[in-house]
């Protein structure tokens, strides 16, 4: 069974950081590519960061540019979310998703991916 469990998400105070992972099961991250989304309360969802299927291209919203990176440990089947310097802007659950596909931008901008996880909560909060 395909599946993409997220996890470390948690209350973090402002300026901290955590790192979320996106393990796979039932498949090889190794050839998909794989982006972040988030979505806040009341807002639509917005795509935050993306790896290709061989590592490039990426993608950062200009939201996060800066201060999120993504990468990919394919031993390990799971694709990480570095995020440093969090705002309470950043509070959201972050959702990330996996599709065949050998670029990851059009597929982050469009919001289409064949496999979705259940999301993990981060709020940046004093």
């Known amino acids: 069974q395909v599946q993409l469990v997220e996890s470390g998400g948690g209350l973090v105070q402002p300026g901290g950081s955590l790192r979320l992972s996106c393990a796979a099961s039932?498949?090889?991250?190794?050839?998909?590519?794989i982006g972040w989304f988030r979505q806040a309360p009341g807002k639509e969802r917005e795509g935050v960061s993306c790896i290709s299927s061989y590592d490039s291209p990426t993608y950062y919203a200009d939201s996060v540019k800066g201060r999120f990176t993504i990468s990919r440990d394919n031993a390990k089947n799971t694709v990480f979310l570095q995020m440093n310097s969090l705002k309470p802007e950043d509070t959201a659950v972050y959702y990330c998703?996996?599709?065949?596909?050998?670029?990851?931008?059009?597929?982050?901008?469009?919001?289409?991916?064949?496999?979705w996880g259940q999301g993990t909560r981060v709020t940046v909060s004093s």
């Open positions: 039932g498949f090889s991250l190794d050839h998909y590519s």
């Open positions: 998703a996996a599709d065949l596909v050998p670029s990851c931008i059009t597929a982050t901008l469009k919001g289409m991916y064949d496999f």
